[in-house]
């Protein structure tokens, strides 16, 4: 029976016999014991330390998502930070940086010191990015200063760019000598006004308003020349296009303060989901989007997200951003809704969808495709999240265990029954998915036990 821990339980002890261990940021690979004892990585273990057989299983820092909507306070129907840090365990994460587009939204020490309360025993490290203005309404500025001190790792506005150049000049040039990000949502609101998803001829058969390109990289362009102009260090999260990743990698090769992640989804899904595809956008599919349309999965309101699922060519501009390291993370931008927002007609729907229980899975999916190998994608959703949010992610001995232990050929189907998530609203649902995670490991406690034997031994 799998299982559930949290950071305050005892530290473990674990032998985990002829494990593949991949510690992207070591650049190292091989198969080995990895020793944990006493919640440490150890050159050695007594022999009551328990033996886990861990051969065809694979080790890896634990993950970092930096982009994850938990919904406390104040919409805890779709999730808690309990029920969040619990998918994030179970998708093997051990660090989810949390969006402050809560009700109210974080844009105070208060609130902060609320979360870290909450957080108190969760099943993850908690981290919180602080609204970049007051109320998240794009008028004045947070406290920049007072919250960089109560610990949120970066700020931002999610679900909305900051609104005016001066107001994200003026945010980046108060945060550069803070040292903390802008954590850019890329949306021109004008551009991408009454839009439902991509431009595109996806758009164009269903009748739907779409969002061009330009909507993304009109503000990435404008943050960039504001990073360079002021010093300060923008991310920007969620893009979904070529012509943004062209613009981060062009800004990199000037040594720009700038930093950028995609989500699995728009790696895995092209905007012909919403259409009715359900071929991953890297397999030859030759989807035709004007093909009679399948009435049950066209206009599924679960394909809805902010940014939109992109154009083919777009996610595999994207897959090769990661590959390239353009892409320096893979962040879930895990939005939980309730049925009522998501079953609805396509219109209505709110955009969003999980993503901490099937990111592994998707990744995995690409690795098997030839888009990644193992140590890209890995680098990307564990060692240099961490690194960007200041956090140590090493299999080294004398670490922390914080670690994920997955079977990489396992195979399970998305449902309602096996996500820890209170919210399923993922199109991935009732599919058969390859990735499987045994054990999550944060802070040297076991916080996602699936390889049984164990979980008995660390109860007492
Ligand atoms: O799809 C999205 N959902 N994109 C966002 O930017 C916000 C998020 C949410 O909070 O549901």
Known sequence: MARFGRLTDAPASVVLAGVRVLDPAARSDSVRDLLIVNGIVAESASDDVPRVDADGLVAAPGFCDLHAHLREPGMEGSETIESGTQAAAHGGFTTVCIMPNTDPPLDDVRSVELIGARSQGAAARV??????????????????????????????????????????????????????PLIEHCEEPA???????RAGPTALRLGLAGWPSSAELTIVERDIALAEETGGR???????????????????ARDLNVTCDVTPHHLALADTWVAGDRHFAWEDGAFDAFARLDPDLAYDGRTRVNPPLARREDTLALLAGVADGT?????????????????????????????????????????????????????????????????QRSLAVGEAADLVVFDPGARWTVSRDNLASRSANTP?????????????????????????????????
Do not use: N
């Not at 960089?148 to 609104?163: K, M």
């Not at 991310?235 to 990698?249: E, G, K, N």
């Not at 901490?356 to 193992?374: D, F, I, P, Q, R």
């Not at 406690?445 to 390889?451: C, E, M, Q, S, Y």
């Open 428 to 460: 991935l649902l009732g599919r058969e998915l390859t990735g499987v995670v045994r054990l999550t490991v944060a802070e040297g406690r076991v916080t996602f036990d699936d390889l049984g034997r164990i979980g008995r031994d660390f109860k007492e």
């Open 327 to 391: 892409v320096d993370a893979i962040a879930t931008d895990h939005a939980p809704h309730p049925p009522e927002r998501k079953l609805v007609e396509f219109g209505a729907a709110a955009p969003g969808m999980i993503g901490l229980e099937t990111a592994l899975s998707l990744g995995l999916a690409a690795v098997e495709a030839g888009c990644l190998s193992l140590a890209q994608l890995l680098r990307a959703i564990s060692s240099r999240p961490a690194e960007l949010v200041g956090e």
């Open 234 to 252: 923008v991310h920007f999260t969620h893009l979904s296009t070529a012509a943004a990743i062209d613009a981060v990698r062009r800004a990199k």
């Open 127 to 180: 981290r919180v990015v602080g609204a970049a203005t007051r109320e998240r309404a794009g008028e004045r500025l947070s406290d920049l200063g007072e919250l960089t001190r109560a610990g949120v790792v970066g700020f931002s506005d999610d679900g909305a760019s900051l609104p005016s150049a001066s107001l994200a000049r003026a945010a980046l040039a108060y945060l550069a000598p803070l040292g903390l």
């Open 191 to 197: 551009l991408a006004r009454g839009a439902l998803m």
